[in-house]
């Protein structure tokens, strides 16, 4: 399972996913997850349905006009790489994957009674549509999830895991402290670059992971 691949300029498919499932002995992928439809985390994954076998294309159900996005569609559509949505509330088929899906949880919402009409239409949160898969019962991936959709995880009931995949870069956003106390990782990931402009990762979420031993891709490059 690969979930994500990274921007598309430069094309982290090309230069860095590929490459590396290649060098792992990775000749087929049975599942490819978008967490989301944001460019940074699927930018690569066009280049990775044009190259390898691919066996379904698993996304949150949102999309997007960006080119990330219409470049991977246009992948799955060309080499026939079937597509299904991934949620809590989505029944598991026999064709899923050793995991447990955690996000994204479908959002109530409120009807208005009120007679004013929006001019815009409310922002769509990205982030917190992200897919959230604990992975054997020993890793978590977490997409952009951010500090809300961690808190109703924690309602939900969490267990203890080994390996963290940060959310959202180590942004203060993500890795609220309850929650990362809860699952009490050894070890947790941080994808980010070195000296970004966004300032990832942030202290704070830092501090929440003092606990744990840390892999930061901007420091150590590729994590195996």
Known sequence: MLMDGGP???????????????????????????????ADHVG??????EQMPVGVLLTNGQSSDTQAWTGLMASAQRRNVPQRRLGTDVPPTPDDG????????????????????????PRVDTNAASI?????????????LPKPVEKK??????????????????SKGSSSPAFVHRLNPTQALISCGRQNRY????????????????????LQGSVK
């Open 8 to 38: 598309a300029r430069p094309d982290a498919g090309a230069w860095v996913v590929v490459p590396a499932l290649r060098a792992l002995g990775i000749q087929r992928l049975d599942w490819v997850v978008a967490s989301h439809a944001d």
């Open 44 to 49: 690569g994954l066009a280049w990775v349905l």
């Open 98 to 121: 050793p995991w447990t899906v955690l996000a994204p949880i479908p959002v109530k919402h409120r009807v208005s009674h009120s007679k004013r009409k929006r001019k815009h239409p």
């Open 132 to 144: 959230g898969l604990r992975v054997e019962n020993w890793l978590l991936l977490t997409g952009d």
């Open 153 to 170: 995880l924690l309602r939900r009931g969490l267990q203890p895991i080994e390996v963290l995949k940060v959310g959202h870069h180590g």
């Open 199 to 218: 300032g990832h990762p942030t202290a704070q979420a830092l501090n929440a992971l003092k606990g744990a031993t840390l892999w930061r891709t901007g």
